[in-house]
């Protein structure tokens, strides 16, 4: 199975600073198709987790421009320009290149 | 707007078998893969199965393989998970989650979960 692995696995944040997020596979995400089969969620407390950017790079709808995914292979960065309250949860990315599908334990971002 | 609900979860002895639903709503069901992922209260995601649009495939986590079943009735706009054989370690929030896109294939990439429930629980234990 591919390992995802995140960091850190807290994130502490002063609101109006950026903010980013680590996450490397044990193997390639890199399909022959030129896409990084990588995902981005937040799960906000109490609640679902929500689809932030997809295929490494690519926001879902609704996402604010703050947010940000870039990386290729097996190094991926979630960035935040400016960090709000809102912003508050532990996000997870996903390797989607293989089934088994498998996340990284999660990065909780608190606000300072 | 869109809605998955799920439903079924609950206290279950272990070597018992329950099966959850998942009900959607304002979108074509038969349009999108969908998929089970599970969440043990304050810890990280875990996928546990997949199914194709018209249900010609499916995937399974090694952890339930053999003792899950995930199904769907694209005419009524459910999908299922059937557990059988249920473990104390199986206890966890069960999330339904629609795939962006309808195809699904174990061993191939897998689209992204863009719309999830708000998840059922089940407990195992005696």
Not at chain 2, 65 to 82: C, M, P
Not at chain 2, 89 to 107: I, K, M, N, P
């Amino acid at each position: 199975d591919i390992v995802v692995s995140q960091s850190p696995l807290s994130l502490p944040v002063t609101p109006g600073e950026p903010a980013s997020i680590s996450c490397r596979s044990s193997q390639s995400l890199l399909h022959t198709n030129d896409y990084n089969y990588v995902h981005w969620y937040l799960q906000k407390p109490g609640q679902s987790p929500q689809l932030l950017i997809y295929l490494g790079s690519n926001r879902a709808s609704g996402v604010p421009d703050r947010f940000s995914g870039s990386g290729s292979g097996t190094d991926f960065t979630l960035t935040i320009s400016r960090v709000e309250a809102e912003d508050v949860g532990v996000y997870y990315c996903m390797q989607a290149l293989h089934t088994p599908i498998t996340f990284g334990q999660g990065t909780r971002l608190d606000i300072k | 707007e869109v809605y998955l609900v799920e439903s079924g979860g609950g206290l279950v002895q272990p070597d018992k078998s329950l099966r959850l639903s998942c009900e959607a709503s304002g979108f074509t069901f038969d349009d999108h893969a969908m998929h089970w992922v599970r969440q043990v209260p304050g810890k990280g995601l875990e996928w546990v199965a997949g199914i194709s649009w018209n249900s010609c495939c499916t995937g399974y986590a090694d952890s339930v393989r053999g003792r899950f079943t995930v199904s769907r009735d694209n005419a009524k706009y459910l999908l299922y998970l059937q557990m059988n054989s249920l473990r104390v370690e199986d206890t966890a929030l069960y999330f339904c989650a629609r795939a962006q896109y309808r195809d699904f294939w174990s061993g191939y990439p897998v689209d992204a979960f863009d719309i999830w429930g708000q998840g059922t629980m089940v407990t195992v234990s005696s």
